[in-house]
């Protein structure tokens, strides 16, 4: 993960963590936002979803104590999550031409999930605005300090500013945390799956038919609503009578608002007491009409309450509207939040990108238009009943037409079902046979390969033992000679891989390979200016020469052990300009050179024992060797410290400078190295024995001792 972004979040409060998934699963309860690290494995959380896992796997959690930082600012998990992810860069503007409002504008009502980054040519900071589905925030780093600034001030800001921004098109999939395979279930999300959700909107209508209607009370001049009375026998579909029909000529019921026919005691009333309660039972049903109405705004609402929901709209009357306003408003939230449907994000699965349209809310507005149409039914229609099958059939005749067809479709599935066991049974058969014999072919192989195995160690004990006596009578096949001086300065060192799909620097700076399965598959090959045949270098032969030289040793050990030696002690945020650079090693010149310009069309030569490269040859280290017995003095660090300061004005690229004794270091070494990094006590400095260039630019001071064939990393103290 990138340094500078673990720098930021190291410097954020802490906040209670526990270990394996259990500990997640807790922040995940808790709505935690922030960051979480288990070794060298990190992840971010926004209002307890987990956005992503970088540098390692989610596995990597399971069974191990981790850290947690809690976030100042809930856009910095989403834009870090976003930036080491990764996205394709959409657009490039300028601010003087499109200013960052018109495209902030644009890409909110498009939807656009993704980030926008002005830093380039821009002096007083970064600015960042992130989105999601079209809702934005906004964060800057302003400044030499990098003071963070967040929300409209951070925005206002950024627009005022004159530069390059760019458009970043991300996607992010949320990472499951698994189960840790306790019983408690203290800390599972209360969320519903979305389409479980979708489910129980889709139920509303129905749920709200079968739901117990009200009833009409034994008085006759007022009606009294009650949700304990059982619903009449009418069709789901059924329209409730006009207000000018007599209320008991018949009884109907909705899916808004059940009303029950008038009770046997009502109907055997006075005429003038049927009179007045027909009068009575017009207004209701006309109150209905209006309460139907008004109830199409909520029927997408959530379906728990629906009998509830029909009673506030018949008591209220007119204001019952407003109430289902104000629960719409309530339902689809104010929009000044970017997370303001909480519910909604919880139980998402995937963040979308460019096209939010595109979500079951679609089918639940269709259901909203739905059950609005249904409640704009004219209320005069009288209900037309339908014709059932017991009013059509006899059971008896319903069964003898059924069980006919009922055991030919039975006969004809199971000639269907036993047609296909047959099929899959060959199929099983033709498999095994096949298992089988790639089986003994395995056999075959592997007797054969243990074979030749058995030969090759016969040969190569033959090889060593010849050489052995070659060896005691002293006889090299050398037909010319170098010296050293010349040997090592037309050499070349290449870092290559046995299996470049197996472990690499690469995966090891990301925390996937293991230090041992690393050297195994890394090959430091040579390549020379000369030919190498028959050629000896002070007595042996050239291969031995170079691979028992102060020079080869150093080099093997900067692409081997300390990139581990940093990231096991910790430092790879302290030392991010060396950790960062060695998997970009692909070349060691030694005894080089590198131009620096000193004036127009004028380069002057910067001489070094070794130079690290990357494949475009642009430098990443510079070293310098001392290989007598006496200790390095402070003129040998003054001068590498004045050369490679040279080159890293030059060249952005290079990470570290080293200066490698085979002794020890003078205590004027010493001191020369804390002066030239600004070291020492009082140091503010998050990076180690750092020489700062500018703001951005800059690298590391490393002073190394090498005896026995071991190197040790003196300055810095890791």
């Known amino acids: 993960m990138d340094s500078e972004i673990i720098d930021v979040v190291t410097g954020w409060d802490s906040a209670p963590a526990g270990s394996g998934y259990g500990g997640l699963q807790s922040l ?10 288990a070794g060298m494995t990190w992840g971010f959380m926004l209002n307890g979803r987990l956005l992503g896992v970088f540098d390692g796997r989610i596995e990597d959690f399971e ?30 503007y300028y601010t003087e031409e499109t200013p960052l409002k018109d495209a902030d504008g644009t890409l909110s009502a498009g939807g656009f999930t993704g980030y926008i980054e002005l830093s380039e040519n821009v002096l007083s900071g970064d600015y ?30 950024a627009n005022d500013e004159v530069g390059i921004y760019k458009v970043y098109d991300v996607d992010i999939e949320l990472v499951d945390i698994p189960d840790d395979g306790s019983e408690d279930d203290s800390v599972a999300p209360a969320a519903v799956d979305t389409a479980e959700e979708d489910e129980a909107v889709e139920g509303t209508d129905d749920e709200i038919s079968d739901s117990p209607a009200d009833t009409v009370s034994d008085s006759p001049t007022e009606p009294v609503e009650s949700d304990d009375a059982p619903a009449p026998d009418s069709e789901p579909d059924a329209e409730t009578p006009a207000p000018d029909e007599p209320a008991s000529s018949s009884a109907s019921t909705t899916s808004d608002s059940d009303v029950d026919a008038p009770s046997a005691d009502a109907t055997q009333a006075p005429a003038s007491e049927s009179a007045t309660a027909a009068g009575a039972d017009a207004a209701s049903a006309e109150s209905e009409s209006s309460a139907a109405s008004n109830a ?3 029927s997408a609402g959530p379906s728990s309450e629906p009998s509830a929901a029909s009673d506030a709209t018949s008591k209220n009357g007119s204001d019952g509207s407003q109430t289902a306003a104000e629960s719409e408003s309530e339902e689809s939230g104010s929009g000044d939040d970017v997370f303001s449907a909480e519910a909604q994000w919880r139980n998402a699965r995937s963040i979308p990108s460019l096209d939010p349209g595109n979500s079951k809310r679609e089918t639940a507005a269709k259901r909203n238009a739905k059950s609005a149409e249904r409640a704009r039914r004219p209320k005069s229609q009288a209900p037309k009943p339908k014709r059932t099958q017991k009013q059509t059939s006899t059971p008896a005749s319903s069964a003898r037409t059924q069980s006919p067809k009922q055991t030919q479709v039975d006969s004809d599935a199971a000639e269907a079902l036993e047609a296909t066991v047959s099929k899959l049974k060959s199929e099983r058969d033709r498999l095994e046979s096949e298992r089988d014999s790639l089986r003994d072919e395995r056999d075959e192989y592997q007797s054969r390969a243990t074979e030749l195995e058995a030969r090759v160690e016969e040969l190569e004990a033959e090889v060593d033992r010849l050489e052995a006596k070659l060896d005691e009578v002293g006889v090299h096949d050398t037909a010319h000679s170098m010296s050293p001086d010349e040997a090592l300065q037309g050499t070349n060192l290449f ?18 390979a293991k230090r041992e399965d690393v050297v195994g598959n890394l090959r430091l090959e040579h390549h020379t200016t000369f030919d190498t045949d028959g050629l000896g270098v002070e007595g042996r032969p050239y291969e031995e020469f170079l691979e028992d030289t102060p020079e080869y040793g150093f080099a093997k050990w900067v692409v081997t052990d300390l990139l581990y030696e940093i990231g096991e002690t910790g430092n790879r945020t302290s030392l991010a300009g060396v950790f960062d650079s060695i998997p970009d090693i692909d070349r060691i010149e030694l005894y080089g050179t590198v131009s620096v310009p000193i004036a127009e069309d004028e380069t002057e030569p910067r001489n070094f024992d070794i130079i690290f490269r990357d494949q475009m040859g642009d430098p990443l280290f510079v070293a310098n060797m001392n290989d007598s017995r006496d200790p ?36 004027e070494a010493l001191e020369v190295a804390a002066e030239k990094t600004g070291g020492g006590l009082l140091s503010r400095s998050k990076r180690k024995s750092y020489v700062k260039l500018s703001r951005k630019n800059g690298y590391h001071l490393c002073l190394v001792e090498g005896r026995s064939g071991e190197f040790h990393l003196n300055v810095p103290d890791i």
Not at 129 to 154: E, F, P
Not at 633 to 643: A, F, G, I, N, Y
């Open 28 to 37: 995940a309860a808790d709505g935690f936002t922030g960051a979480v690290v």
């Open 63 to 92: 069974d191990e104590s981790f850290k947690a930082y809690r976030a100042p600012d809930t856009s910095l998990p989403l834009l870090y999550a976003m930036q080491e992810t990764g996205g394709d860069v959409r657009a490039q």
């Open 128 to 157: 960042y605005v992130v989105y999601h589905g079209g809702k934005s925030m906004s964060a800057a780093y302003v400044g030499n300090s990098k003071r963070l600034i967040t929300g409209d001030d951070a925005f206002e800001r």
């Open 296 to 298: 199409s705004s909520t």
């Open 495 to 512: 870092v290559r891989y046995a299996r470049k799909g197996e472990a690499t620097l690469e995966k090891a700076h990301a925390g996937q």
């Open 632 to 667: 390095a003095t402070k003129p040998m660090v003054s001068q590498l410290v004045k050369d490679s300061r040279a080159v890293a004005e030059a060249n952005e690229t290079l990470g570290s400078a080293f200066v490698v004794t085979a002794s020890f270091f003078e205590p």
